[in-house]
C-alpha cells in the first residue's frame, strides 16, 4: 500500500482516472480520421499524445487504488485495449497508408504484424520482475514514426517488420524504457531526450534536421543494447515463446 494514499480514492475520483484512460482510445481514433485525411504529422501527434497518456495513467492508478475503489471496472483490461488499438492497428494502418513498405508485402505485413501482436497482447508472461517485456511488446506506434522520421528505405522497413513479427513470439527481453530496474539512471534521460526529439521531428515536419534522426537511432541502438545484455543473461530467452 503507498503511504501517500492509505486508502482508496472515492469511486468519483477513480472513474476520473479511468476516464482519463480512455482518452486514450480519442487520440487513436483522432490519429485515424488524421491518416484518412492524409495528414501524417497530425496522426503521429495523437500516437505521441495516446503513448504519454498511456505512460502516466498506471502510477496514478495504481497509488490511487482504483481497483479497490471500482473493484468491477478492470484498469488493466482497459489499458490494454486501448494499447492494442494505439499501438498496432493505427499504426498499421500508418504503415500501410503512407507507403513506408513495397506495396506488394504492405498488406501480408500489416496481417502479420496484427496477427503476432494479438499474441503480444495475450501472454501471460509478458513482463519480467526487472521490467523487461518478454518478446518484442508490439509497440508499432513507436516503429511507424522512426520509419517515418528517419526516412528509413523501404526494404530496410521489410527486415524490421519480419524481424520484430518473429521476436514478439520470442523470450527475447525489450526493456520498459520507463519502469525497467536496472541503469535507470542512464535509461531515463535516454528516454526524455528520445521522446522530446521525437515530437521536435514531428512537429518541424516535413522539414527534418539529420543530428536529430541520428539521436533517434541512438537511442533505439541504447535499447537494443540493453536488450541484448538483458537476454544473454537468460541462457533459455532465445528460445520461442510458445
Known amino acids: 500500500m503507498d503511504e501517500r494514499f492509505p486508502t482508496p480514492v472515492g469511486p468519483r475520483v477513480a472513474w476520473g482516472i479511468h476516464v482519463f484512460t480512455a482518452t486514450g482510445a480519442l487520440c487513436g481514433m483522432f490519429g485515424l480520421i488524421a491518416i484518412n485525411d492524409n495528414e501524417p504529422k497530425a496522426a503521429l501527434l495523437w500516437l505521441m499524445a495516446a503513448l504519454v497518456i498511456d505512460g502516466i495513467d498506471g502510477p496514478i492508478a495504481r497509488r490511487c487504488q482504483v481497483k479497490a475503489a471500482l473493484p468491477k471496472v478492470d484498469g488493466y ?44 497482447f495475450s501472454r501471460s508472461d509478458i513482463q519480467t520482475d526487472d521490467n523487461y517485456f518478454e518478446g518484442f511488446p508490439a509497440m508499432w506506434n513507436l516503429v511507424a514514426n522512426t520509419f517515418f522520421l528517419v526516412s528509413t528505405p523501404r526494404m530496410v522497413n521489410v527486415v524490421v517488420v519480419v524481424g520484430l513479427c518473429a521476436l514478439t513470439l520470442s523470450s527475447v527481453k525489450f526493456p520498459h524504457p520507463v519502469r525497467v530496474s536496472n541503469n535507470r539512471a542512464v535509461t531515463l534521460p535516454v528516454t526524455v531526450v528520445w521522446f522530446g526529439t521525437m515530437t521536435g521531428l514531428t512537429i518541424i515536419y516535413p522539414t527534418s534536421v539529420w543530428w536529430a534522426q541520428l539521436v533517434l537511432l541512438l537511442a533505439l541502438a541504447y535499447f537494443a543494447a540493453l536488450s541484448v545484455r538483458r537476454t544473454l543473461s537468460d541462457t533459455h530467452s532465445i528460445a520461442p515463446a510458445f
Request: net charge negative.
Open 77 to 120: 483490461v482497459l489499458d490494454l485495449v486501448i494499447d492494442f488499438f494505439t499501438c498496432v492497428i493505427v499504426p498499421a494502418l500508418f504503415i500501410y497508408n503512407f507507403h513506408l513498405l513495397p506495396d506488394p508485402v504492405a498488406v501480408p505485413a500489416m496481417a502479420a504484424i496484427v496477427l503476432t501482436s494479438l499474441f503480444a
